[in-house]
């Protein structure tokens, strides 16, 4: 049974930072694709940032771009996500998320959907608030 475990989340007021990490029990292989997803109080868990190890490929949802940057470390098998310039809309439950399976010539078009992937985290509260 494989295991995503994410740490990081926590309060900031808006224009702080937090880097959220996610720490996997692979212990051999790589994951084709990881990624961060969030859901908000009353909202759909939607797509925030995602990762293709081939090319390291990177994607992020228009509401993030250029304020959060995803990353990977396969030695660690680990996966992070860099906030910058937090606003209040960014609060949310934060959930990692990876696949095995996922493929390259389509991730471009499906990363943002919760259904390209198969394992999930617990998830980590992050809560933007003066």
């Known amino acids: 049974q494989i295991q995503l475990v994410e740490s990081g989340g926590g309060s900031v007021q808006p224009g702080g930072s937090l880097r959220l990490s996610c720490a996997t029990s692979?212990?051999?292989?790589?994951?084709?694709?990881m990624a961060w997803f969030r859901q908000a109080p009353g909202k759909e868990r939607e797509g925030v940032a995602g990762?293709?190890?081939?090319?390291?490929?990177?994607y992020y949802a228009d509401s993030v771009e250029g304020r959060f940057a995803i990353f990977r470390d396969d030695a660690k098998n680990m996966v992070y996500l860099q906030m910058n310039s937090l606003l209040p809309e960014d609060t949310a439950m934060y959930y990692c998320?990876?696949?095995?399976?996922?493929?390259?010539?389509?991730?471009?078009?499906?990363?943002?959907?919760?259904?390209?992937?198969?394992?999930w985290g617990q998830g980590t509260q992050v809560t933007v608030s003066s």
């Open positions: 692979l212990t051999t292989g790589r994951f084709n694709s």
């Open positions: 990762h293709y190890y081939a090319g390291d490929s990177r």
């Open positions: 998320a990876a696949d095995f399976s996922s493929r390259w010539s389509s991730y471009f078009n499906t990363w943002y959907s919760a259904a390209t992937h198969k394992y």
